[in-house]
Protein backbone atom coordinates (compact mmCIF):
# COMPACT_ATOMS: atom_id res chain seq x y z
CA UNK A 1 0.00 0.00 0.00
CA UNK A 2 1.20 3.21 -1.00
CA UNK A 3 1.35 6.12 1.92
CA UNK A 4 2.56 9.13 2.22
CA UNK A 5 3.47 11.05 5.83
CA UNK A 6 1.69 14.58 6.23
CA UNK A 7 1.02 16.49 9.63
CA UNK A 8 -0.99 19.44 10.27
CA UNK A 9 -2.07 21.68 12.99
CA UNK A 10 -5.65 21.61 13.95
CA UNK A 11 -5.79 25.45 14.58
CA UNK A 12 -5.28 26.43 10.58
CA UNK A 13 -2.44 29.16 12.02
CA UNK A 14 -0.39 29.18 9.08
CA UNK A 15 3.28 30.21 10.86
CA UNK A 16 1.88 26.88 13.13
CA UNK A 17 2.12 24.70 9.83
CA UNK A 18 4.48 21.84 9.23
CA UNK A 19 6.12 21.91 6.19
CA UNK A 20 3.37 20.72 3.57
CA UNK A 21 3.31 17.68 0.76
CA UNK A 22 0.65 17.44 -1.53
CA UNK A 23 -1.12 14.58 -1.89
CA UNK A 24 -0.22 12.49 -5.47
CA UNK A 25 -2.61 10.04 -7.24
CA UNK A 26 -3.59 8.42 -10.81
CA UNK A 27 -7.01 8.69 -12.06
CA UNK A 28 -7.86 4.80 -11.42
CA UNK A 29 -6.20 4.65 -8.25
CA UNK A 30 -7.86 3.86 -4.89
CA UNK A 31 -7.90 1.68 -2.14
CA UNK A 32 -4.29 1.20 -2.53
CA UNK A 33 -3.16 4.72 -1.98
CA UNK A 34 -3.41 5.96 2.00
CA UNK A 35 -2.32 8.80 4.14
CA UNK A 36 -0.82 8.73 7.62
CA UNK A 37 -1.35 11.82 9.29
CA UNK A 38 -0.27 13.27 12.78
CA UNK A 39 -2.84 16.32 13.98
CA UNK A 40 -1.01 19.01 16.22
CA UNK A 41 -2.75 21.47 17.85
CA UNK A 42 -0.63 24.82 18.74
CA UNK A 43 2.27 22.45 18.28
CA UNK A 44 0.96 19.68 21.02
CA UNK A 45 -0.59 16.60 20.09
CA UNK A 46 -4.08 16.75 19.25
CA UNK A 47 -6.18 14.16 21.01
CA UNK A 48 -8.24 12.22 18.83
CA UNK A 49 -9.89 10.21 21.66
CA UNK A 50 -13.42 9.61 20.39
CA UNK A 51 -13.09 11.26 17.30
CA UNK A 52 -13.95 10.18 13.62
CA UNK A 53 -12.15 10.86 10.19
CA UNK A 54 -13.93 12.15 7.05
CA UNK A 55 -11.79 13.32 4.09
CA UNK A 56 -14.26 16.29 2.30
CA UNK A 57 -12.87 17.56 -1.31
CA UNK A 58 -13.92 18.99 -4.50
CA UNK A 59 -12.67 17.08 -7.38
CA UNK A 60 -10.87 19.00 -10.97
CA UNK A 61 -14.38 18.63 -12.96
CA UNK A 62 -16.79 19.71 -10.00
CA UNK A 63 -17.82 16.76 -8.14
CA UNK A 64 -17.45 15.87 -4.74
CA UNK A 65 -16.37 13.88 -2.55
CA UNK A 66 -17.49 13.17 1.41
CA UNK A 67 -15.86 9.86 2.73
CA UNK A 68 -16.41 8.62 6.40
CA UNK A 69 -15.24 4.96 5.66
CA UNK A 70 -11.29 5.30 5.00
CA UNK A 71 -10.46 6.68 8.36
CA UNK A 72 -8.73 5.08 11.02
CA UNK A 73 -7.13 6.16 14.14
CA UNK A 74 -3.96 4.98 14.91
CA UNK A 75 -2.52 6.45 18.06
CA UNK A 76 -5.49 8.66 19.69
CA UNK A 77 -3.35 10.33 22.47
CA UNK A 78 -0.46 10.92 19.72
CA UNK A 79 -3.08 12.70 17.76
CA UNK A 80 -2.40 9.98 14.34
CA UNK A 81 -4.33 8.30 12.10
CA UNK A 82 -4.68 6.43 8.51
CA UNK A 83 -6.69 7.35 5.34
CA UNK A 84 -7.37 4.97 2.71
CA UNK A 85 -8.35 7.01 -0.99
CA UNK A 86 -11.80 5.30 -2.20
CA UNK A 87 -11.68 4.94 -5.98
CA UNK A 88 -13.62 7.77 -6.57
CA UNK A 89 -11.14 10.16 -5.38
CA UNK A 90 -9.02 9.90 -8.33
CA UNK A 91 -11.47 9.62 -11.29
CA UNK A 92 -10.98 13.19 -12.21
CA UNK A 93 -7.43 14.88 -13.65
CA UNK A 94 -6.26 17.82 -12.51
CA UNK A 95 -6.09 19.51 -8.95
CA UNK A 96 -8.93 19.58 -6.73
CA UNK A 97 -10.55 23.01 -5.98
CA UNK A 98 -10.56 21.89 -2.27
CA UNK A 99 -9.70 19.04 0.31
CA UNK A 100 -9.69 19.10 3.77
CA UNK A 101 -9.77 16.23 6.75
CA UNK A 102 -12.67 16.91 8.86
CA UNK A 103 -12.59 15.60 12.48
CA UNK A 104 -15.57 14.50 14.08
CA UNK A 105 -17.62 14.11 16.88
CA UNK A 106 -21.41 13.78 16.91
CA UNK A 107 -22.14 17.42 15.80
CA UNK A 108 -19.17 18.86 16.52
CA UNK A 109 -16.22 18.84 14.07
CA UNK A 110 -12.93 20.51 13.58
CA UNK A 111 -10.78 20.54 9.90
CA UNK A 112 -7.56 20.66 8.69
CA UNK A 113 -5.92 23.42 6.71
CA UNK A 114 -6.89 22.90 2.72
CA UNK A 115 -4.96 19.75 1.22
CA UNK A 116 -3.46 19.90 -1.99
CA UNK A 117 -4.80 16.82 -3.98
CA UNK A 118 -3.00 16.73 -7.42
CA UNK A 119 -4.50 13.60 -9.78
CA UNK A 120 -2.57 12.58 -12.51
CA UNK A 121 -4.32 11.83 -15.95
CA UNK A 122 -4.46 7.97 -17.10
CA UNK A 123 -3.95 7.96 -21.17
CA UNK A 124 -4.38 4.24 -20.87
CA UNK A 125 -7.91 2.90 -19.21
CA UNK A 126 -11.21 3.90 -20.62
CA UNK A 127 -14.41 4.06 -18.78
CA UNK A 128 -13.74 5.89 -15.59
CA UNK A 129 -16.82 7.53 -14.61
CA UNK A 130 -16.26 10.57 -11.99
CA UNK A 131 -19.30 11.00 -10.29
CA UNK A 132 -20.26 12.85 -6.84
CA UNK A 133 -19.15 10.21 -3.52
CA UNK A 134 -21.21 10.55 -0.49
CA UNK A 135 -20.46 7.36 2.12
CA UNK A 136 -23.89 7.75 3.88
CA UNK A 137 -25.57 7.65 0.38
CA UNK A 138 -23.43 4.99 -1.19
CA UNK A 139 -24.52 2.79 2.10
CA UNK A 140 -27.98 3.60 1.37
CA UNK A 141 -27.50 2.56 -1.61
CA UNK A 142 -26.01 -0.78 -1.50
CA UNK A 143 -28.78 -1.87 1.37
CA UNK A 144 -31.56 -1.15 -0.68
CA UNK A 145 -29.86 -3.00 -3.48
CA UNK A 146 -29.26 -5.85 -1.11
CA UNK A 147 -32.97 -6.29 0.01
CA UNK A 148 -33.67 -6.08 -3.42
CA UNK A 149 -31.73 -8.76 -4.52
CA UNK A 150 -32.44 -10.49 -1.55
CA UNK A 151 -36.31 -10.25 -2.56
CA UNK A 152 -35.42 -11.07 -5.99
CA UNK A 153 -34.08 -14.49 -4.22
CA UNK A 154 -36.86 -15.34 -2.41
CA UNK A 155 -39.20 -14.99 -5.16
CA UNK A 156 -37.21 -16.76 -7.61
CA UNK A 157 -37.46 -19.70 -4.97
CA UNK A 158 -41.01 -19.43 -4.37
CA UNK A 159 -41.52 -19.71 -8.27
CA UNK A 160 -39.57 -22.19 -8.87
CA UNK A 161 -40.93 -24.31 -6.01
CA UNK A 162 -44.51 -23.55 -7.41
CA UNK A 163 -43.44 -25.30 -10.91
CA UNK A 164 -41.79 -28.05 -8.95
CA UNK A 165 -45.38 -28.70 -7.58
CA UNK A 166 -46.94 -28.23 -10.39
CA UNK A 167 -44.87 -30.33 -12.33
CA UNK A 168 -45.53 -33.09 -9.88
CA UNK A 169 -49.24 -32.60 -9.79
CA UNK A 170 -49.02 -32.40 -14.09
CA UNK A 171 -46.90 -36.23 -13.45
CA UNK A 172 -49.50 -37.40 -11.21
CA UNK A 173 -52.57 -36.57 -13.16
CA UNK A 174 -50.78 -38.20 -16.37
CA UNK A 175 -50.44 -41.29 -14.49
CA UNK A 176 -53.95 -41.47 -14.19
CA UNK A 177 -54.35 -40.38 -17.65
CA UNK A 178 -52.15 -43.37 -18.38
CA UNK A 179 -54.20 -45.97 -16.34
CA UNK A 180 -57.67 -44.63 -17.55
CA UNK A 181 -56.51 -44.87 -21.11
CA UNK A 182 -54.80 -48.29 -20.81
CA UNK A 183 -58.21 -49.53 -19.34
CA UNK A 184 -56.92 -49.99 -15.77
CA UNK A 185 -59.04 -49.42 -12.73
CA UNK A 186 -58.88 -46.24 -10.82
CA UNK A 187 -60.80 -46.00 -7.72
CA UNK A 188 -63.21 -42.61 -6.50
CA UNK A 189 -60.23 -41.81 -3.65
CA UNK A 190 -57.25 -41.68 -5.85
CA UNK A 191 -59.28 -39.24 -7.98
CA UNK A 192 -60.53 -37.29 -5.07
CA UNK A 193 -57.05 -36.98 -4.05
CA UNK A 194 -55.41 -35.46 -6.83
CA UNK A 195 -57.84 -33.15 -7.20
CA UNK A 196 -58.03 -31.81 -3.29
CA UNK A 197 -53.63 -31.57 -4.04
CA UNK A 198 -54.50 -29.61 -6.84
CA UNK A 199 -56.73 -27.22 -5.59
CA UNK A 200 -54.28 -26.97 -1.73
CA UNK A 201 -50.95 -26.06 -3.79
CA UNK A 202 -52.69 -23.80 -5.88
CA UNK A 203 -54.07 -21.95 -2.53
CA UNK A 204 -50.40 -22.96 -0.84
CA UNK A 205 -48.97 -20.91 -4.55
CA UNK A 206 -51.59 -17.87 -4.18
CA UNK A 207 -50.52 -17.19 -0.54
CA UNK A 208 -47.27 -17.50 -1.05
CA UNK A 209 -46.63 -15.12 -3.79
CA UNK A 210 -48.93 -12.73 -1.66
CA UNK A 211 -46.81 -12.86 1.02
CA UNK A 212 -43.98 -11.70 -1.10
CA UNK A 213 -45.33 -8.34 -2.70
Known sequence: MANQDLAYDITK???????????????????????TVKVFSNHADYNLTGLSV???????????????????????????????????????????????????????????????????SNLVEFGINSESYLTEYQQLINKITSKENDYEATLNKKFQDALDRMKNL????????GRLDAGDYINRVEYN???????????????????TS
Open 13 to 35: VPELQPRQQAIYGRVGDGGLKAV
Open 170 to 177: SDRQDTLQ
Open 193 to 211: QLLQDMKKHALLDLNSFKE
Open 54 to 120: RFEGVKADGTRIIDSAGGTILDPQGGVFRYVFPNQAFTAKGDYVQAFFKLMRGDQTDSTINVKVHVQ
